[in-house]
C-alpha cells in the first residue's frame, strides 16, 4: 500500500509540472511512460486530452506519439527517431548522448546544459556529433539548432567537414545543409608524402551545401594553424567542393601578418577535369601547358599524379578512391546507378582508353597527339599506341618532329603474336614530347620549376619486330599426326641514327627467320595383358632364386649349417607380396621432322646485302617396343639432318644421317647403346658411307645395373670401335647416406684392359648437415706410393634452417698434400671467407699459405637514442673486403655508409657515402709490409675537394649525399648536397648539386628554393 501510494504522489507531481511550468525533466517524463501501469497510464492520456481507451502498450506509444518521441530506456545515450514523418527513406537515428534538462512544446524540443546529440543514417560511414550549451529540435522541419559554443563533428574519414565551430549551427538532418555564425572548420588531411595535416578555415558566416558537398566562407581565412599561422590565405569568398575543388575571390596570400600574393580569382581544380590541365615553367621548355582528354576509358596516369604529387588536392579531397569518370567537364566518382554506354562499360572492364593530348612548349613549339591502350577478347588481344606530330617555332630549322609507337600481342590458346613498330623523325623528338604532365599543380603557378618524368628518353637505334608462334589443330589426325607447330616466325628490321644525313636508316634485316616442327606415330601397336599371382616387389632375380634353393636344400639336410647364410640372402631377397598387376605389349614407328630458315641482310655501300642465309632440315624416325613386363625394350632412332649456309658469300652444304640404337633387358638390368653414322658429306664432297671405326662410331656400350634393396650393382664397358674401357661399381642410398666405389679399367696398347682410377665417394645429407668426401686412386701412378691419391671433401652445417652457415671445401692430391682449402662462414651471403693454397718449397717440402681473405659486414639500421628516445642516430653499413695475400694487385674494397642523426621535432640529419679502392698495392712499403696507417690517410684524402687531395687518392667516391632538415610549426628548412660520378661528354666527371629550399608542411609541393650545380675534373 505505501508503494502504491508513492507511485500515485509521483504521478500527481508530474502532471502539475506539465500544466504549470513549460520546462519539464525528460528523463524523469519518459521514465514515467515506461513504469506507469495501466491506471496511471489512464490517468496522464487524460491529463493531456489523449483519450484513455486501450491497454497499456497503446496508451503509452499515444504518450510517446503526443510528445514526438520514441523512446526506450533511460535518457542518457538512447534513441530517438521522427515518428511523425510520412516517409523516411535515409532511415535517420538521433541519440540524445547527454543534457541536463529537455522540453518539449507544439513539435520543438529544448535540451540545455552540456548538450551533445549523434545521429546516422543508412548511407553514412560514420556517425555526426552536435554538441552546444543549448540546442533546439524542429522536429516538424528537422533541422537542429545549436547554440552557444557549437560544434558539429563528422567520423567519416572522407568527410570535408570533420569538425565545425561556431556562435550558432545550424543543421538540416535531411538534406545535410549547415549554416554557421563565426565558423571554423577544422579537419586532418594527408598530404603527398603521408604526413597528417590540421586544417583550418574560418569565416564570419559558413554554409554547407549536403547535397552537393559544398561549403562557402564569406570574409573568411585557410590555413594550417588555428592561433597564430605562419601563413593563411585571407579572401572575400572562398568555396571548397568536396572533391578537392577550390575556388577563391579576392584573396591575399599572408606569411605571418606580411602579405606576399593577391589575387582577385583563383581555381585550384583537386577535382579532375576532362581535360587534365597542366601548366608550370620547366628550365628546358620555357611556360608550358599540357592537356589530356580522353576519348573513352580513363588515363591512367592522371589520376595516380593527382593523388601522389599535388599535395593541395590530397587535403581537400573527399578521399573516395572508387573509379573516375567523366561526368560533364569533371570527374566524379562511378555510380552502378548510371548507364555509361556500351563503349564507356568495355573500357572500365578491360582497361582501355584513348586520349588526345595537346601541349604548348615557350621552347617547344605545339605538340598534338594521342595514346590509346585497347584489350578485346577477355585481354588475350591488345594494341597500344602513343605518337604525336609537333612543331618547334622556336626553331624552324626542325620543322615538323614526329614519333608514333605502336605494340600489339595476340595470345590465343593456338597463336601467339607480338608486334613492335615504331616511327620517329629525330634523335630527341621522343624525350622532348613523350615525357608529359597531366595533373595540376599548385606550385607551378607560384613560379616552381616543374620536373617532367623521365621515361622517354633520346634514341639513337629502334627496331621493327614481328615474332609469331602457332599450333595447328591436330586432333583429327589422331596419333599419326600429334603436333604441328610454328615454333617461332621472326622479321626483324634495325633502324640507325645516320649522323651525316641526319635521319633514321635501315642497319641490317632479318627477313624472316622462322622454326617449324612436325611429330606424330605412324604405327602405334600395343596389348595389355592382366596377372594375378604372387610377385616380388621389386625385381625377380634368378640368381637369387637358385641361392634360396640351396639354402632350403641345405635347411632340409643341415640346420645348423643352414642359419648362416640367411643373414646375407636377406639382403639380396625382397618382400614378395601378393596381388594382381598387368604389363604391356608396345610397338610404334614416330616421326619427328623440323625445318628453319634465316636470311640476315646487312647495310653495305647504300643498299642491303646478304649478310647470313641459312637453312636447315632434320628429322627422326623412331621405332620403338617394348616386351612383356620389363622383358625387352628397344628404342631406335634414324636422324637425317640437311644444313645450308651462305655467310659472307661463302657457301657450305653439310648433311648426315645418324642412327641411335638402345636395347634393354630391364629385368636384368642390361642396357646395349650404340651411335654411329650411317653417312655424311660436305658440300661438293662424295658422300661418305659408314665405316666401323672410331671416327663413325660416337658410342658403343653395355652396361649391367642390378638394384638390390639400398644397393646398386652396375657393370660399364665400352666396346671397339671407340677406346674400350670397363667399370665395375657398388653404390649405396638410404637414410641420408650415399656412398659407391667404382674401378676403371682402361685399353693399354691395344692388348688389354689395366687398372687406371679407383675412385670412392661418400656423403651424409640432413635438413642443416651436409658432409661429403671423395677419394681417389690413380693406378697409372702407381710407382710413386702415396702420390696416386687425390682427395676432395665439402661440409656445410646451418645452425637454424636458412641461417648461418659453416662450410669448407678442402681438395688434396699428390700424397694428401692440400692443394685448397676454403672456409667461410655465411648468412645469406658471405661474412667471412678464408682462402688457404697448397705449395712446394725449393727444398721439395710443402707448405700452406692463406691465399685471400673475403669479409662482408653488413649492418642494418643500427640504433641509438637518448634523452627518452627523443635523440637518435642510425647506422647501416656495407663493406666488402677483399685481401689477396699472394697478389697485393687483387685486393679491393667496397663500402657504402648511412649515418642519420635525429632530434624528434626539431631536426633530421643524415649522410651516405659509396667508395671503392682497388689500389692497395699503394699501402706496402719498401719492406713489402703494409702500412694501415697510409691507407687511412689515403681515405682522409678522398675528401679533399678544395686543395686536389681527391685526384691523389685510390678511393674512388661513386656518390655523396648530406641532407639537414629543419622543422618548424607550418614550414620546414631543407639544406641538401648530393654529388655522383657522371658520364659526360666522353669522360668522368664529378657532378655535384647543392640546395636549399623552404618547404610548406601542409603543402610539400610549394618550395622557396635556390640550387646550384658545378661539375669538376676527374
Not at 521522427?82 to 541519440?95: I, R
Not at 634393396?709 to 674401357?725: I, K, N, R
Not at 639500421?861 to 677483399?882: H, P
Not at 706496402?924 to 696507417?933: A, G, L, M, P, V
Amino acid at each position: 500500500m505505501i508503494r502504491e501510494f508513492e507511485k500515485r504522489l509521483i504521478l500527481i507531481l508530474l502532471m502539475a509540472m506539465g500544466f504549470l511550468v513549460p520546462l519539464l525533466c525528460a528523463n524523469l517524463l519518459l521514465s514515467s511512460f515506461e513504469n506507469a501501469d495501466l491506471s496511471q497510464l489512464q490517468t496522464m492520456a487524460a491529463a493531456y486530452s489523449i483519450g484513455s481507451d486501450g491497454d497499456e502498450e497503446e496508451l503509452r506509444n499515444a504518450l510517446k506519439s503526443y510528445f514526438s518521441l520514441a523512446y526506450q530506456g533511460s535518457l542518457e545515450g538512447e534513441l530517438l527517431s521522427d515518428s511523425n514523418a510520412e516517409t523516411d527513406n535515409k532511415g535517420y537515428q538521433l541519440k540524445i548522448e547527454k543534457c541536463d534538462s529537455i522540453s518539449v512544446n507544439d513539435g520543438f524540443m529544448v535540451l540545455e546544459g552540456n548538450v551533445s546529440l549523434s545521429f546516422s543514417t543508412d548511407d553514412d560511414k560514420g556517425k555526426k556529433l552536435l554538441g552546444a550549451d543549448r540546442i533546439v529540435m524542429d522536429m516538424d522541419n528537422r533541422i537542429l539548432t545549436a547554440i552557444g559554443n557549437a560544434v558539429f563533428k563528422d567520423a567519416s574519414e572522407d568527410s570535408s567537414r570533420q569538425e565545425l565551430l561556431g556562435e550558432i549551427v545550424s543543421y538540416n538532418w535531411d538534406t545535410s545543409d549547415i549554416n554557421l555564425q563565426g565558423g571554423d572548420i577544422s579537419s586532418l588531411r594527408k598530404n603527398n608524402e603521408g604526413n597528417t595535416v590540421e586544417f583550418h578555415a574560418t569565416g564570419s558566416t559558413v554554409r554547407y551545401i549536403g547535397d552537393e558537398d559544398v561549403i562557402v566562407f564569406e570574409n573568411g581565412t585557410i590555413s594550417t594553424s588555428k592561433s597564430d599561422p605562419y601563413w593563411g590565405i585571407s579572401s572575400a569568398r572562398t568555396a571548397l567542393l568536396g572533391g578537392g575543388d577550390l575556388f577563391i575571390f579576392n584573396a591575399v596570400l599572408f606569411l605571418g601578418r606580411v602579405p606576399i600574393l593577391w589575387f582577385p580569382a583563383f581555381f585550384y581544380p583537386g577535382t579532375r577535369l576532362i581535360f587534365n590541365p597542366a601548366i608550370g615553367l620547366a628550365s628546358d621548355r620555357g611556360m608550358f601547358l599540357n592537356t589530356t582528354t580522353e576519348i573513352y576509358g580513363t588515363f591512367p596516369i592522371s589520376r595516380g599524379e593527382l593523388k601522389s604529387s599535388s599535395s593541395f588536392a590530397a587535403l581537400l579531397m573527399s578521399g573516395d578512391t572508387g573509379e573516375m569518370v567523366a561526368d560533364g567537364i569533371i570527374y566524379n566518382p562511378k555510380s552502378k546507378d548510371k548507364d555509361y554506354g556500351s563503349v564507356e562499360q568495355w573500357a572500365s572492364s578491360s582497361g582501355s582508353y584513348f586520349a588526345i593530348l595537346g601541349d604548348v612548349y615557350q621552347k617547344g613549339g605545339v605538340f598534338l597527339g594521342y595514346k590509346t591502350v585497347n584489350n578485346l577478347a577477355a585481354k588475350k588481344i591488345g594494341i597500344d599506341s602513343f605518337g604525336g606530330v609537333a612543331m618547334d617555332f622556336a626553331d624552324s630549322t626542325k620543322g615538323i618532329r614526329y614519333f608514333e609507337i605502336t605494340s600489339g600481342k595476340v595470345n590465343l590458346d593456338d597463336i601467339k603474336l607480338e608486334f613492335s613498330i615504331p616511327f620517329y623523325s629525330d634523335r630527341t623528338a621522343y624525350k622532348t614530347y613523350g615525357n608529359r604532365l597531366t595533373s595540376f599543380s599548385l606550385d607551378s603557378i607560384l613560379g616552381s620549376e616543374q620536373i617532367f618524368p623521365s621515361t622517354a628518353s633520346n634514341i639513337s637505334s629502334f627496331q621493327w619486330q614481328l615474332d609469331v608462334s602457332a599450333s595447328m589443330p591436330v586432333k583429327w589426325a589422331g596419333h599419326y599426326l600429334t603436333e604441328a607447330r610454328i615454333k617461332q616466325l621472326k622479321v626483324l628490321l634495325d633502324f640507325e641514327w645516320d649522323s651525316v644525313n641526319e635521319k633514321f636508316q635501315i642497319k641490317s634485316a632479318t627477313l624472316p627467320s622462322f622454326s617449324t616442327s612436325v611429330k606424330g606415330t605412324l604405327v602405334d601397336i600395343s596389348a595389355s595383358h592382366d596377372v594375378a599371382a604372387s610377385q616380388r616387389d621389386r625385381y625377380s632375380d634368378n640368381v637369387a632364386k637358385k641361392m634360396l634353393e640351396e639354402l632350403q636344400s641345405l635347411k632340409d639336410g643341415d640346420s645348423e649349417s643352414a642359419t648362416l647364410p640367411e643373414v646375407g640372402l636377406s639382403l639380396f631377397l625382397p618382400q614378395t607380396v601378393s596381388g594382381s598387376s598387368s604389363y604391356s605389349d608396345d610397338f610404334s614407328i614416330a616421326y619427328d621432322w623440323n625445318q628453319s630458315f634465316l636470311n640476315e641482310l646487312k647495310l653495305f655501300d647504300g643498299a642491303l646485302n646478304r649478310k647470313n642465309l641459312n637453312y636447315s632440315t632434320s628429322g627422326s624416325l623412331v621405332i620403338s617396343t617394348n616386351l612383356g613386363n620389363r622383358l625387352f625394350r628397344l628404342n631406335n632412332a634414324i636422324d637425317p639432318s640437311f644444313e645450308h649456309s651462305d655467310k659472307e658469300n661463302v657457301t657450305v652444304e653439310t648433311g648426315k644421317v645418324v642412327d641411335k640404337l638402345e636395347m634393354a633387358i630391364p629385368l636384368l638390368g642390361l642396357t646395349y647403346s650404340l651411335n654411329w653414322k650411317i653417312m655424311s658429306f660436305v658440300s661438293e664432297e662424295q658422300f661418305k658411307y659408314f665405316e666401323w671405326n672410331s671416327t663413325n662410331v660416337s658410342l658403343h656400350n653395355l652396361k649391367l645395373s642390378l638394384p638390390i634393396d639400398a644397393f646398386t650393382l652396375s657393370l660399364s664397358q665400352t666396346l671397339p670401335p671407340t677406346q674400350q674401357s670397363l667399370t665395375p661399381a657398388v653404390s649405396f642410398s638410404n637414410w641420408g647416406i650415399k656412398a659407391s666405389i667404382s674401378q676403371k679399367f682402361d685399353e693399354k696398347n691395344g692388348l688389354k684392359l689395366a687398372p687406371t682410377v679407383l675412385s670412392s665417394s661418400l656423403s651424409f645429407s640432413r635438413s642443416l648437415i651436409s658432409v661429403s668426401a671423395a677419394v681417389n686412386y690413380d693406378f697409372s701412378r702407381i710407382e710413386n706410393g702415396w702420390d696416386s691419391f687425390g682427395f676432395s671433401q665439402d661440409f656445410s652445417w646451418f645452425f637454424w634452417k636458412d641461417g648461418l652457415c659453416l662450410s669448407d671445401q678442402l681438395k688434396a692430391e699428390e700424397n694428401f698434400r692440400i692443394q685448397s682449402l676454403d672456409l667461410r662462414l655465411s648468412y645469406r651471403k658471405n661474412l667471412i671467407a678464408l682462402g688457404v693454397q697448397g705449395e712446394e718449397k725449393t727444398n721439395g717440402s710443402w707448405m700452406l699459405k692463406v691465399k685471400d681473405l673475403e669479409t662482408v659486414v653488413n649492418v642494418s639500421k643500427l640504433r641509438f637514442s637518448f634523452w627518452r628516445g627523443r635523440i637518435s642516430s642510425e647506422i647501416s653499413l656495407d663493406l666488402d673486403l677483399v685481401y689477396d695475400f699472394l697478389n697485393k694487385y687483387a685486393s679491393s674494397l667496397k663500402a657504402k655508409l648511412d649515418f642519420k642523426f635525429a632530434i624528434a621535432e626539431f631536426l633530421d640529419l643524415t649522410f651516405s657515402v659509396s667508395s671503392q679502392n682497388n689500389g692497395f698495392y699503394r699501402y706496402f712499403d719498401n719492406e713489402d709490409k703494409f702500412r694501415f696507417s697510409w691507407m687511412m690517410e689515403d681515405l682522409w684524402r678522398s675528401f679533399d675537394f678544395f686543395n686536389g687531395g681527391r685526384k691523389n687518392t685510390s678511393f674512388n667516391l661513386s656518390s655523396m649525399s648530406a641532407e639537414l632538415v629543419h622543422y618548424m610549426k607550418d614550414w620546414n628548412l631543407h639544406c641538401k648536397y648530393n654529388a655522383s660520378v657522371v658520364l659526360s661528354d666522353g669522360s668522368w666527371v664529378w657532378e655535384q648539386t647543392a640546395s636549399f629550399y623552404v618547404q610548406w608542411v601542409a603543402i610539400p609541393d610549394i618550395k622557396l628554393q635556390r640550387e646550384k650545380e658545378w661539375e669538376t675534373d676527374n
